[in-house]
């Protein structure tokens, strides 16, 4: 194998494996449902053990003991894009203009919504509701009168220039929750809706602050294109399909809120459709649905449109136990706490006071979570030992008399950063560190051991540093270069130095003759 070639497939090699794993909540036991009569499925429900997927111009139904598929709707002028289940056994796909109705797969009967496009189908206890694409607006009829092809209709949305609470603009998937509200995926504006049973105005966005925005982004509370959305059985947690990626927001929702958890990426500021066929990586998502598996977990289905498949994965749903602060009075509405604050494993830690003062140290272990809000700050008089995740908004966090975190909302960084390792000892990284904003793991961190401002001389000698998260995948790469480097220079060497000798064999041979 000639060099050049060798170190290429080594590059390709080693950088595949750094960033083989592409996502940050759990996503267990992946498995691939995909078939070659799938063309660009749109949506899909779960049905009698088996996957019913809207596609193209005929509903596919993929059985789970992989027996062969089959077509329950074939209706080859009419194209598909949204599929729902009507009480137990009545499939309803949405196509262009109408919807059909197929009844434990006897031959479809239509609906005609005068629509350009269905593409979202959904139920509450008293109305059927489906998305309108094109006219942006979202029909409302009883759901007895839907059997029998309902004269009087209503709508929610209606097109404007500048979004607001009662307006949409290329709504998709719709879902409703335990409480009855709907909630609408509203892509073009980039975000999604809850509007209140019988209601037209909405109460609730995500992806925005206001109702007013339309912008996209790619942040743990924005989104690039959101398509898609399932609930968990309890509706505590929200699953959103957007572009290349799942969100997952936990109750109770506001608006504006942050994901706590992305699966597709190892960070909320990355996505882009990936051209690798794993389970972990994914093109286009349209659809999600969720099986809660009561045991505190659950299967979640991304439907990957331009991979044509469907995958399955095991997340973990159960929130974190919330630990007990036992707290002093304090001024101004304070938490003081005397002594130490430890969080065991899947322990979350979240306070209502504007501070939180601890008189001892800060521990956290790898699965522990601290949530810090906007205006909340909190101080330890000890070391504070990460191992768990914080979830911030722009804030400060500080030990002793040393800021730990500030938040530059101007440059998307974190200043002053002071971390403490096993030791106790802690850093002052004054000229900033980049962090990913939002959830951010800080497990198995060890650092530089400085002494804090304002305890002495303040010198600092570096003994030993582990950057993980997106700050480990640069120093990955980093290694695999020298690596790299090495390996050419040493295989340089050896090809040198079989050059030199064969030119010596033959200059012999020429005296010889």
Same mark, same amino acid.
């Given at each position: 194998m000639k060099t050049p070639t060798f170190i290429c497939l080594l590059c390709c090699f080693l950088f595949w494996g750094i960033n083989a794993? %592409?996502? @940050?909540?759990?996503?267990?036991? #992946?498995?691939?449902?995909?078939?070659?009569?799938?063309?660009? #499925?749109?949506?899909?429900?779960?049905?009698?053990?088996?996957?019913?997927?809207?596609?193209?111009?005929?509903?596919?139904?993929?059985?789970? %003991?992989?027996?062969?598929?089959?077509?329950?709707? =074939? =209706?080859?002028?009419?194209?598909?894009?949204?599929?729902?289940?009507f009480g137990a056994d009545?499939?309803?796909?949405?196509?262009?203009?109408?919807?059909?109705?197929? %009844?434990?797969?006897?031959?479809?009967?239509?609906?005609?919504?005068?629509?350009?496009?269905?593409?979202?189908?959904?139920?509450?206890?008293?109305?059927?509701?489906?998305? @309108?694409?094109?006219?942006?607006?979202?029909?409302?009829?009883?759901?007895?009168?839907?059997?029998?092809?309902?004269?009087?209709?209503?709508?929610?949305g209606g097109s404007s220039n500048i979004p607001t609470s009662s307006s949409l603009s290329g709504p998709r998937k719709l879902r409703t929750d335990c409480s009855g509200n709907l909630?609408?995926? %509203?892509?073009?504006?980039? +975000?999604?809706?809850?509007?209140?049973?019988?209601?037209?105005?909405?109460?609730?966005?995500?992806?925005?602050?206001?109702?007013?925005?339309?912008?996209?982004?790619?942040?743990?509370?924005?989104?690039?294109? #959101?398509?898609?959305?399932?609930?968990?059985?309890?509706?505590?947690?929200l699953f959103v399909a957007d572009s290349s990626r799942v969100l997952r927001f936990?109750? #109770?929702?506001?608006?504006?809120?942050?994901?706590?958890g992305v699966l597709g990426f190892t960070d909320f500021n990355t996505n882009s459709p990936s051209t690798r066929?794993?389970?972990?990586?994914?093109?286009?998502?349209?659809?999600?649905?969720?099986?809660? +598996?009561?045991?505190?977990?659950?299967?979640?289905?991304?439907?990957?449109?331009?991979?044509?498949?469907?995958?399955?994965?095991?997340?973990?749903?159960?929130?974190p136990k919330e630990y007990n602060l036992p707290c002093a009075s304090g001024t101004n509405g304070s938490c003081i706490v005397l002594g130490d604050v430890q969080l065991a494993d899947n322990q979350t830690l979240v306070f209502n006071s504007s501070?939180?003062?601890?008189?001892?140290?800060?521990?956290?272990?790898?699965?522990?979570?601290?949530?810090?809000?906007?205006?909340?700050?909190?101080?330890?008089?000890?070391?504070?030992?990460?191992?768990?995740?914080?979830?911030?908004?722009?804030?400060?966090?500080?030990?002793?008399?040393?800021?730990?975190?500030?938040?530059?909302?101007?440059?998307? +960084?974190f200043s002053n950063v002071v971390l403490s390792s096993t030791g106790g000892e802690t850093e002052d990284c004054s000229s900033g560190v980049e962090v990913n904003y939002g959830t951010k793991s800080l497990s198995a961190l060890l650092t530089k051991s400085c002494k804090p401002s304002g305890s002495g001389d303040g010198s600092c000698t570096t003994r030993r540093k582990i950057i993980i998260g997106a700050v480990f995948g640069v120093v990955g790469v980093v290694i695999v270069l020298l690596a790299v480097i090495i390996i050419s220079l040493i295989l340089f060497a050896l090809w040198k130095k079989r050059l030199h000798k064969t030119s010596s064999l033959e200059t012999l041979a020429s005296n010889d003759h």
């Open positions: 794993a %592409d996502f @940050n909540f759990d996503w267990n036991a #992946p498995r691939i449902y995909n078939h070659s009569l799938l063309n660009s #499925p749109e949506d899909f429900i779960l049905y009698n053990s088996s996957l019913v997927i809207a596609n193209s111009n005929n509903v596919v139904q993929l059985h789970f %003991d992989s027996t062969e598929p089959t077509v329950y709707v =074939n =209706n080859t002028q009419t194209l598909l894009f949204s599929i729902s289940l009545a499939i309803v796909a949405g196509g262009n203009t109408s919807i059909f109705i197929s %009844d434990s797969g006897a031959s479809a009967y239509e609906i005609n919504l005068n629509a350009s496009i269905i593409s979202g189908i959904t139920f509450n206890s008293v109305n059927a509701y489906a998305s @309108n694409l094109d006219n942006n607006t979202i029909f409302v009829c009883n759901f007895v009168e839907l059997l029998n092809k309902p004269q009087k209709i209503n709508t929610i909630w609408v995926v %509203d892509s073009n504006n980039k +975000r999604i809706l809850r509007f209140p049973d019988n209601s037209s105005t909405a109460d609730l966005v995500l992806g925005h602050y206001l109702f007013n925005s339309s912008d996209s982004g790619t942040s743990s509370r924005s989104f690039r294109f #959101p398509t898609g959305l399932a609930f968990s059985d309890d509706c505590s947690v936990r109750a #109770p929702f506001s608006s504006g809120q942050s994901a706590e066929y794993d389970p972990t990586s994914f093109n286009t998502i349209y659809s999600l649905n969720f099986v809660d +598996r009561k045991n505190g977990t659950g299967t979640l289905y991304v439907l990957d449109k331009q991979n044509n498949r469907v995958i399955e994965g095991i997340t973990t749903i159960s929130a501070s939180l003062v601890v008189q001892g140290d800060v521990k956290l272990s790898n699965s522990s979570v601290v949530h810090v809000s906007s205006g909340q700050s909190v101080a330890s008089t000890g070391a504070v030992h990460f191992g768990g995740v914080l979830i911030l908004t722009p804030n400060n966090i500080s030990v002793g008399n040393v800021t730990l975190f500030t938040y530059e909302s101007s440059t998307g +960084r």
